[in-house]
């Protein structure tokens, strides 16, 4: 019995070797570059993730191997144009690169309903939601989103009079979640006229990077069971309270009898087939997908002009669009800080397929981290400096041959993101708005956004600024 334990002792590191050989030398992914450790093992990535550097790294990796990379021993990080489409375009009649991935399909994982869901449930939901992000729709809610511009504005100069530096980040996730909770539930957080976070908001905050912990787990299945050992007992109090909030939230939108065009107005119609779970996924995806991202966008570009406006009744939702500069800041905005930055990556169908001209066998994972793919050389000119000019229409010569489509903000395909419409329009009105009635100046403080980390999305810090109203005829 002695030598048998003894055997089995000595077999499981000679495996580990055998298994570590194969895939560094063997593997069908062994002839793309990348660290040898991640080569090797899940646990480089994990590593990565968890310490909110993993988006960082793998824009660093592309800059030092080039347009494809091997990030974990299954897994290819791409960055060109045409992976966007290979990896998330349409298929046509092929098998799609599925989310069958431990990302997804996790009982873990932070994301589900429409994001996650298979292909003809996917139709089904994406149907019925986007009629809530439809032109018509943007028309109709645009009063809604006016009222709560002009209460942001209306706190921030009662703000302002204080003399003390405004934290910006705080005072735009107010508005988006504001705007997002009235837009898919029929009622606001109240986070504009509190001036501080709803319970639900700072629940959602609470546990957004734990949850991003516990997907580490997710490739690693046989210990999932330790995570109820991991988790702190107010937070997983937490994550109770919060599902009781929502169902409470998407019961009362369900008995809400309303003819307004919302996000949820198709989907909680009885002849829909809709479930209560799909509901209360599709709620929270609503809920973070709608703020914490253009929260971030917005952030980032608290910088600017109001060049090209007159008066503040130009600040319509059709007007904006006209502000031809800023929608270029905007739109730098979002190539140098992406509120999406790492990778959602797909699984390769049975039979292989070809990924950028190069051949992927199947059941690998492929994806495209925004951060490395709009701040690859290849991609931009000068990709670590912000210039807005680069996507004007008659832009600079030394910006003419920037590849713009390896920049997809709102992911590309089937899939892309249902928002962005809404998303664009709130930016627009917003950024307007705030640098038509205010002097801005930056205080100390910008500099720790150096050094800030990344947990699926921006784990942003403050972003103090003065603010002095602009008087106006």
């Given at each position: ?5 003894l055997l089995s002792v000595a077999l499981v590191p000679a495996f580990l070797i055998l298994r570590i050989f194969y895939r560094i030398f063997f593997h069908p992914l062994s ?122 504005i209306d706190q921030l100069k009662e703000e302002s009079k204080k003399g003390k530096a405004v934290d910006m980040v705080s005072w735009y996730n107010f508005f988006t979640f ?63 309270d919060h599902h009781k909030m929502t169902v409470e939230k998407v019961m009362r939108r369900k008995a809400n009898k309303t003819d307004r065009m919302d996000f949820l107005s ?208």
């Amino acid at each position: 019995m002695a030598h048998i334990i003894l055997l089995s002792v000595a077999l499981v590191p000679a495996f580990l070797i055998l298994r570590i050989f194969y895939r560094i030398f063997f593997h069908p992914l062994s002839k793309y570059p990348g660290p040898v450790l991640a080569a090797s093992s899940r646990l480089w990535y994990i590593n990565q993730m968890i310490n909110g550097t993993l988006a960082f790294t793998v824009k660093e990796l592309h800059q030092k191997y080039g347009k494809v990379v091997r990030i974990a021993p299954d897994e290819l990080s791409f960055v060109s144009s045409q992976a966007w489409v290979d990896i998330y375009g349409f298929r046509n009649g092929k098998p799609e690169m599925s989310k069958e991935t431990p990302f997804f399909t996790s009982k873990n994982s932070t994301v589900g309903g429409v994001i996650s869901a298979e292909r003809e449930m996917h139709s089904i939901l994406r149907k019925l939601m986007s009629r809530g992000f439809s032109e018509a729709a943007l028309r109709e809610q645009e009063p809604i989103v006016q009222g709560y511009t002009q209460l942001l504005i209306d706190q921030l100069k009662e703000e302002s009079k204080k003399g003390k530096a405004v934290d910006m980040v705080s005072w735009y996730n107010f508005f988006t979640f504001d705007v997002i909770g009235d837009l898919a539930f029929g009622e606001p957080f109240g986070c504009l006229t509190s001036s501080s976070y709803h319970p639900w908001v700072k629940m959602i905050f609470d546990s957004m990077k734990f949850n991003y912990f516990c997907q580490a787990l997710n490739y690693y299945p046989s210990i999932e069971w330790m995570l109820p050992l991991l988790m702190p007992k107010s937070l997983a109090q937490k994550g109770a309270d919060h599902h009781k909030m929502t169902v409470e939230k998407v019961m009362r939108r369900k008995a809400n009898k309303t003819d307004r065009m919302d996000f949820l107005s198709l989907m909680v119609k009885p002849e829909n087939g809709i479930s209560d779970q799909q509901l209360i996924a599709n709620s929270n995806l609503l809920i973070v997908a709608g703020s914490k991202t253009t929260a971030t966008a917005l952030a980032a570009c608290t910088c600017g002009d109001s060049n090209g406006i007159s008066s503040s009744d130009d600040i319509t939702f059709l007007e904006v669009n006209r502000l031809k500069y800023l929608n270029c800041v905007l739109t730098e905005t979002l190539r140098s800080f992406p509120s999406t930055p790492t990778a959602v990556s797909r699984r390769v169908p049975k039979g292989g397929d070809v990924i950028d001209g190069g051949f992927v066998a199947g059941g690998m994972q492929a994806g495209i981290a925004q951060l490395a793919a709009n701040h690859y050389p290849s991609n931009f000119t000068r990709h670590d400096e912000f210039i807005p000019e680069r996507f004007e229409a008659n832009c600079p010569p030394e910006f003419a041959n920037d590849d713009k489509a390896a920049m997809q903000s709102f992911s590309f395909g089937p899939r892309n993101c249902l928002g962005k419409n809404l998303a664009y329009v709130e930016m627009r009105l917003i950024m307007a708005r705030i640098l038509w009635e205010f002097d801005i100046e930056m205080c100390d403080g910008m500099e720790n956004w150096d050094d800030v980390k990344i947990f699926l999305v921006w784990d942003k810090k403050p972003l103090p600024v003065r603010l002095t109203p602009v008087p106006r005829d």
